[in-house]
């Protein structure tokens, strides 16, 4: 089971968007019954000998997100940079996220239960000290000429100097951070913790964010009890979702329904725009006023 702060169930679940425009009743019912479940505790129970150190991540699908478990006990000196902002979700024990926010060493703990986006370009290194905690990363897809940097400095507590850095194309952090690491053991500058002239780039292709200050993590979406669409995507092929629910007996709940759409202006488009309603529905309102179209084809449209 998830961790006793974490009082809902999370599962992942995914399914085809409209394409042809805004659904009918029945056409609603169809395109919500093909959505795909994943319980996750089945699914870590059954990929647990794929957590090892020393990164520990699983990929659970990779398309324009990336949704990744990653568990504990797991301790770093390396520090992780790049383009994109990452979202963390921690399901079971704490973990600690050393940061260099604003050219400062911060210390961030997300307990378990609490949510966490960390914005690009900030030097990151995620600890998880809990034996057997498990946290959900999600990242967007990278670019074919995009870099992630990987960093690590004279000290790991003040870090005021870079010791060694590197930088690669990353597809899968699982295996793709496997070989940076082992580069770094090997070199000369993990024997003597002393940086080279080579170690450290003078123009490095990713530039470190030096001014933001990142709020700090909280639980209120964990603690809610409801279900909620978390991660909505806008495309035309796949949308992806995380939800909670309270419990998992009465079957899996699908936690973006369709909403069908009146008949009198099924046939008219519209731009519209997707919100949440205090009981964890989304539905959609043109800006004409009048509420056209299912919540898929919104969040296609934009």
């Avoid at 394409?19 to 089945?42: E, Q, Y």
């Avoid at 790991?156 to 580069?183: I, M, N, R, T």
């Avoid at 002393?194 to 200050?213: F, G, W, Y």
């Avoid at 973006?256 to 488009?269: G, I, L, N, V």
Wanted: net charge positive; aromatic share 6%; hydrophobic share 35%.
């Amino acid at each position: 089971p998830l961790g006793p702060n974490c009082n809902t169930v999370p599962m992942l679940a995914s399914r085809p968007l409209c394409r042809a425009g805004c659904l009918g009743r029945r056409a609603a019912r169809r395109h919500c019954s093909s959505l795909a479940v994943t319980h996750l505790d089945t699914w870590l129970r059954d990929n647990a000998a794929s957590f090892a150190p020393p990164v520990m991540n699983k990929l659970l699908h990779r398309d324009q997100l990336s949704v990744m478990f990653v568990g504990g006990p797991n301790r770093r000196e390396d520090f992780h940079l790049e383009e994109g902002s990452e979202f963390f979700f921690q399901l079971r024990g704490d973990m600690e996220l050393p940061t260099l926010q604003a050219g400062r060493r911060e210390l961030v703990r997300i307990r378990e239960g609490e949510v966490y986006l960390l914005p690009s370009r900030i030097p990151h290194s995620p600890q998880r000290p809990d034996a057997g905690s498990i946290g959900l990363v999600v990242e967007r897809r990278r670019s074919e000429r995009e870099l992630d940097g990987l960093r690590f400095y004279t000290d790991f507590e003040a870090c005021d100097a870079v010791l060694w850095e590197q930088y690669f194309h990353c597809s899968d952090l699982g295996k793709d951070l496997a070989p940076v690491l082992a580069a770094f053991r090997e070199s000369e500058e993990a024997a003597t913790r002393r940086p080279s002239a080579t170690s450290v780039l003078a123009s490095p292709p990713l530039k470190q964010d030096v001014a933001t200050v990142v709020p700090p993590p909280f639980r209120r979406l964990a603690a809610s009890g409801m279900r909620c669409g978390l991660l909505r995507r806008r495309e035309s092929a796949r949308r992806v979702a995380v939800g909670w629910t309270s419990g998992w007996k009465s079957g899996p709940r699908c936690s973006t329904r369709a909403r069908p759409c009146p008949s009198s202006a099924r046939a008219t488009p519209t731009r519209s725009s997707a919100s949440l309603s205090p009981e964890g529905r989304w539905s959609t309102t043109p800006r004409g006023g009048t509420r056209r179209g299912c919540c898929s084809c919104a969040a296609r449209r934009g």
